[in-house]
């Protein structure tokens, strides 16, 4: 583990899905199909578009929560509504509430329709501070990073450039490799 | 008049200091509202009776048309017709119970308002706050016509016109207009209007919320303009009586009390209007026309119009009740709304509790059944069916149940329960249960009270502000 650094396990910004910033989500949604047909080589596939500004610079990334998010619908009422979990009421509670709220709206095709023309960036999230990582920060800190963070995956920086993407079940794997052997180890040692 | 305007100044400073997160300006909202010249205009007037300790502290404050009962003190502060009504302030020796602990009480509690403004405000009952035991605060806070802040210490808040904090202590948050808070402990929260939230951590949680362009009928409130809809026009309309009762020395009872039962002389009482046994009429009620059945009571700034409460009736404050008839031990809740017709009457069955901040508002006849519990806006008789449900029914939640825009999750049975033991300490409170010699309540304690009235500087620099006053026995 302490031998690996992130440039190891990242995914090269080549191999990622990317969209321009004028895209539209159903452009992004199209995208990302595409990277993950040709990125078969990875028992996960990806999970996240990246949107890239004119010089080429990433600016955002939509993931698969951003892209189910912008298909539910969206006014004051239900923006108050999904607050319920501030005064006290589970997840249960608010969907029954929204269940409840939504049982007057249109029908499903129509929002799929209309937010498929939704530019992508009013949708993604703008990377904060603690979702960059540096290529040569060893794999240990960039463990902390993400759980620090709940973060699926960081973005990975080479000075000003970002150069890949490190994801959440890279990492895992490569853990959970790092304890498989490390238990064969100890229990070839007690066999002995 | 300078001083009084530097303290609106630094007040509004101060709470909007402490509202900076929610980026909430309370400025644009009361400025102006109370003109200057309008806080110098009453006089104030407090209480003296043998039954409460009499401890009031007046400091660098305008309190003008506001009234005083018990243990206050007030520092820095603009009180407009506001009632800080300190009957229920817990005493030395009592024992408060917080969960699993009995936490003895040291001294005398006190209702302590500093840097504050309270437009036509009551406060009433104690701090419910197991960390300030003695001190019921409110401070930092501005709050708005017909706001009931009721055992809810607050600090750097804002409440709306017609809202409720009830039970809670609330650190930066707004409360707006005609919401009704009831939830232990609040911090930086903002309550939008026409929220009715009551919730027991671990237990059960309970929300409603109005339809805004169906509340803006009722109460509308925005930056520039004063509070406006029919509540507004309600009470706009019987302000001349009022200004009757507390501009005469004496005043005569206009109806026939027993010797059991308490009308203040500040309340305003109508023909034809029946006070039976246990009954208790505080300040600022109005009753026309009505009968109140033995143990009823109609509590600070609740109208009785053409109705009849049959007897142990709760009118908590700011209720209003016309063209009614309600039958033995309904609760209505702070700030309800209930109007029927005099050709369409509303029937409420007993045993009903209609919660808090409840607007039933009907053309036509409209009966509920006895044992219900209401909630939220009802126009007609179809809207009972999202918007009451049998205490029985209720009581069998054990999940969670939506109806319309009511969020019920926990415990049914233990919500029922905390409303049905309230309401029973409330008539104890009250004296509904007395006997004649035993069960004693605000009822019969409230029938020996002198009146006093206080004034402030008439002209210069304090006009308005009132000299440090300490009235002590």
């Known amino acids: 583990m302490k031998n690996y650094c992130v440039k190891d396990l990242m995914v090269p910004i080549s191999e990622y899905a990317t969209v321009p910033e004028e895209a539209t989500l159903y452009e992004s949604v199209l995208a990302l199909e595409k990277a993950q047909e040709k990125f078969q080589q990875s028992l996960y596939s990806h999970r996240a578009v990246l949107i890239l500004d004119k010089n080429k610079r990433v600016i955002g990334k939509l993931s698969q929560m951003d892209f189910l998010c912008a298909l539910e619908p969206s006014d004051a009422n239900l923006d108050q509504i999904r607050k319920f979990k501030k005064l006290g009421f589970t997840r249960k509670a608010v969907a029954l509430q929204q269940e409840e709220y939504l049982k007057n709206s249109p029908p499903i095709l129509d929002v799929y329709s209309k937010a498929a023309k939704l530019k992508v960036t009013d949708l993604m999230q703008r990377p904060t501070e603690g979702e960059y990582v540096g290529e040569n920060t060893s794999l240990d800190m960039a463990l902390h990073q993400l759980t620090a963070g709940s973060n699926l995956s960081l973005l990975v920086a080479r000075g000003k450039d970002i150069v890949g993407v490190l994801r959440l079940a890279d990492v895992f794997a490569a853990v959970f490799h790092a304890m498989k052997e490390s238990e064969s180890q100890l229990s070839d040692g007690a066999s002995k | ?473």
Not at chain 2, 220 to 247: C, H, L, N, T, W
Request: charged fraction near 20%.
């Open chain 2, 1 to 473: 008049m300078r001083e009084l305007e530097k303290l609106f100044d630094r007040i509004i400073q101060r709470v909007n200091i402490n509202l900076r997160e929610l980026e909430f300006d309370v400025n644009p909202l009361v400025d102006k509202l109370i003109p200057t010249g309008q806080m110098t205009k009453f006089y104030a007037f407090y209480g003296i009776t043998p039954h409460h300790p009499l401890n009031l502290v007046f400091k660098h404050a305008n309190l003008s048309g506001s009234y005083f009962l018990g243990q206050v003190r007030v520092t820095n502060s603009l009180l407009y017709k506001s009632d800080i009504r300190g009957d229920e302030l817990k005493k030395n020796g009592d024992l408060f119970q917080y969960q699993e602990f009995n936490i003895p009480v040291d001294q005398d509690e006190e209702i302590r308002i500093d840097d504050s403004f309270l437009i036509k405000t009551l406060v009433h009952n104690y701090s419910h706050d197991p960390e300030t035991l003695e001190t019921f605060f409110i401070r930092d806070t501005v709050s708005t016509h017909y706001a009931n802040i009721h055992g809810s210490p607050s600090d750097g808040c804002y409440l709306g016109p017609f809202s409720t904090v009830d039970l809670t202590t609330m650190r930066d948050c707004v409360i707006g207009a005609y919401s009704y808070v009831q939830a232990g402990e609040i911090n930086h929260l903002r309550i939008e209007p026409g929220t009715v939230w009551v919730r027991k951590p671990g237990d059960f949680n309970f929300m409603y919320r109005y339809p805004l362009d169906q509340l803006n009928n009722y109460i509308y409130f925005a930056r520039g303009i004063s509070p406006q809809g029919v509540f507004m026009d309600f009470v706009e309309d019987r302000k001349e009586a009022f200004q009757r009762v507390f501009s005469v020395v004496n005043i005569e009872n206009p109806v026939t009390v027993p010797t059991s039962a308490s009308l203040d002389r500040f309340a305003v009482i109508k023909p034809k209007t029946h006070i039976g046994e246990n009954v208790l009429v505080a300040q600022r009620a109005f009753l026309q026309n009505s009968w109140l059945g033995r143990g009823a009571n109609a509590q600070e700034n609740c109208y009785i119009i053409n109705s009849k409460l049959e007897g142990n009736n709760v009118t908590a404050h700011g209720a209003k009740i016309i063209e009614s008839d309600l039958g033995t031990n309904v609760f209505v809740g702070f700030n309800s709304f209930l109007r029927g017709r005099p050709n369409a009457r509303l029937t409420i069955g007993q045993d009903s509790i209609i919660m808090p901040h409840t607007i039933i508002d009907t053309r036509n006849a409209l009966a509920i059944p006895p044992g219900h519990l209401v909630w939220g806006l009802i126009n007609e008789p179809k809207d009972l069916v999202t918007n009451s449900m049998s205490l029985k029914a209720f009581s069998k939640i054990d999940t969670r149940i939506c109806r319309g825009s009511m969020l019920f999750e926990g415990s049914g049975g233990s919500f029922v329960s905390a409303f049905q033991e309230r309401i029973h300490h409330i008539l104890e409170a009250n004296g509904a249960f007395y006997d004649g010699n035993l069960n004693r309540g605000h009822a019969q304690r409230n029938q020996n009270i002198s009146f006093n009235t206080i004034q402030p500087y008439p002209k210069g620099d304090k006009e308005g502000l009132y000299p440090t006053i300490i009235i002590q026995p």
